[in-house]
């Protein structure tokens, strides 16, 4: 079935430990987008990608950045993880701008 | 500032009722929205959406309907089984824009 993977689906790192999340997907989507939910809060948007085209969100902390090196993955790099970065991490991907979102699993990130 | 708010946390339902789940916004400017459903553990998924050209989308037991006037939709699922029982988030978009904005969802209960 064409989904949307996450790995892993639970990452435990250290303060200050830089830590990579991974997605990828197979309904040849367009645009793949990187989410962060906090407990009982809306996910909220940190970045997506338009094919190669990347787009930040204004009040996205520069700690977090994202690499889409094919149109089958994109990475969700955390340089210096605090511990307010605890979250479930969430990708989702889309054919085109304003078209539904299919989401993966999630990574649930915890701090340590 | 949130713009899609789901004031209601939780709701309980026994099973066959209606259940009803709301959604405000604040932007209007948005024109298109999404209901997600999501279950412990796995990424939301899509459940219906509608445009601001319609009031109305039904599919199945699920129908959404908007108010454009009120800034307001709802959720309707007829009848409520226990298999509904999940966190639904809607989501509201601009037609010209990427992000979606999720409201901190409602968690739905239905007893059998």
């Known amino acids: 079935d064409a989904m949307v993977i996450q790995n892993p689906r639970y990452q435990v790192t250290q303060f200050g430990k830089p830590v990579t999340l991974s997605c990828s997907q197979t309904?040849?989507?367009?645009?793949m987008y990187w989410y962060q939910q906090k407990s009982s809060q809306a996910p909220k948007l940190l970045f997506h990608?338009?094919?190669?085209?990347?787009?930040n969100e204004a009040d996205t902390p520069d700690n977090f950045q994202s690499r889409r090196p094919n149109t089958s993955f994109c990475f969700l790099d955390i340089r210096s993880p605090g511990l307010g970065d605890a979250a479930m991490y969430l990708c989702?991907?889309?054919?085109?701008?304003?078209?539904?979102?299919?989401f993966g699993s999630g990574t649930q990130l915890s701090v340590l | 500032d949130q713009q899609v708010k789901q004031n209601s946390p939780s709701l309980s339902v026994q099973e066959g009722r209606i259940s009803i789940l709301n959604c405000d916004y604040t932007?209007?400017?948005?024109?298109?929205f999404l209901w997600y459903k999501k279950y412990p553990a796995e990424g939301p998924t899509f459940l219906i959406s509608?445009?601001?050209?319609?009031d109305k989308n039904e599919d199945g037991r699920f129908t959404v309907f908007l108010n454009k006037s009120a800034k307001h939709l709802s959720l309707h699922i007829v009848p409520s089984q226990p298999g509904d029982s999940a966190v639904y988030f809607c989501?509201?978009?601009?037609?010209?824009?990427?992000?979606?904005?999720f409201g901190t969802g409602t968690s739905l209960t239905v007893i059998p």
């Open positions: 989702a991907t889309s054919r085109g701008p304003n078209e539904k979102l299919f």
């Open positions: 932007n209007s400017m948005f024109d298109y």
């Open positions: 989501a509201a978009s601009e037609g010209t824009g990427n992000q979606f904005y």
């Open positions: 509608i445009s601001s050209i319609k």
């Open positions: 309904l040849n989507h367009n645009v």
């Open positions: 990608y338009y094919d190669k085209d990347f787009n």
